[in-house]
């Protein structure tokens, strides 16, 4: 609480950015924001800048929202799409963390393999459909195999950066104090990847994310991304909009319930949190 001495010497920006210092601030600032955005909305929806079909307005997306909510078919689609993401995103993982602590550690893998992982890192993840169809059929192991290739050469880099970061120092260190293969990587190897690692998960996630979405659009079962087609098949704007807004909770929810909470973790191992 500011005294009331020191609020009047503070101007108010001063005010709003000691304000939003709390967590409380912040999210009455996003939810500020959130409403100014719906207005802007609302606004454009009144004036017709685009047709109604194709720009409903915020009362029709949010009554389909509800509707098919209450109807259990988002519920169904998200579950369906968070175990997909997930058998995806876990194999990506442990496949990214081996491949870039074997290129970290080799120089003959990290100028073989590790180019290649790095080109395929360009490479667009929609680009994996037609192979992963051929591969697999149009079915769900195909999707799940989008979402793989989608987060896979992130986490590899994201490692094979955090090994190299590490300061030789501190292997020395570790080897003079007879540190066995499983104490320096427990105690060196793993604490000083993790925050370059930590970025890559994230980074991983989100593209695992829109790999499945994107391969749900061609996939005839249930899913977002399904849902996303058949909004746009039946030329059902409020339905696609409404699916949008799903898909960008879904993935707010999981940054703040699983990487901002890794992030800040790894800052505080460090002491650079200053919360």
């Given at each position: 609480m500011l005294h009331p001495a020191n609020r009047e010497a503070m101007t108010p920006y001063q005010v709003f950015r000691r304000m939003?210092?709390?967590?409380?601030?912040?999210?009455?600032?996003?939810?500020l924001f959130l409403a100014l955005l719906v207005a802007i909305w609302q606004a454009l929806y009144s004036l017709q800048v685009w047709p109604p079909y194709t720009l409903p307005s915020p009362g029709s997306v949010g009554e389909t929202l509800w509707r098919n909510t209450e109807n259990g078919r988002i519920p169904r689609a998200v579950g369906v799409s968070i175990r997909r993401l997930a058998i995806g995103y876990a194999l990506s993982v442990g496949a990214g963390i081996t491949i870039g602590s074997f290129t970290a550690t080799s120089r003959l893998a990290d100028s073989t393999v590790g180019k290649v992982v790095l080109g395929m890192?360009?490479?667009p993840s929609v680009a994996w459909l037609p192979l992963a169809v051929l591969w697999f059929g149009l079915n769900e192991q195909a999707i799940i195999f989008v979402a793989f290739m989608g987060s896979l050469f992130s986490v590899a880099i994201s490692t094979n950066s955090g090994v190299k970061s590490i300061p030789p120092l501190l292997r020395q260190v570790g080897?003079?104090?007879?540190?066995?293969?499983?104490?320096?990587?427990r105690h060196i190897i793993v604490p000083g990847m993790m925050p370059s690692?930590?970025?890559?998960?994230?980074?991983?996630w989100s593209f695992?994310?829109?790999?499945?979405?994107?391969?749900?659009l061609l996939f005839a079962g249930l899913g977002l991304g399904q849902m996303l087609e058949r909004g746009r098949d039946l030329n059902d704007m409020s339905l696609v909009i409404a699916t949008m807004?799903?898909?960008?909770?879904?993935?707010?929810?999981m940054d703040q319930l699983i990487f901002g909470r890794l992030e800040h973790w790894v800052l505080e191992r460090r002491g650079l949190s200053s919360k």
């Open positions: 939003t210092e709390t967590r409380a601030g912040q999210l009455g600032v996003f939810v890192q360009s490479l080897l003079t104090y007879g540190a066995s293969r499983w104490q320096m990587y690692l930590a970025g890559g998960l994230k980074l991983g695992a994310w829109r790999s499945l979405m994107a391969g749900e807004l799903v898909i960008i909770s879904v993935g707010l929810v």
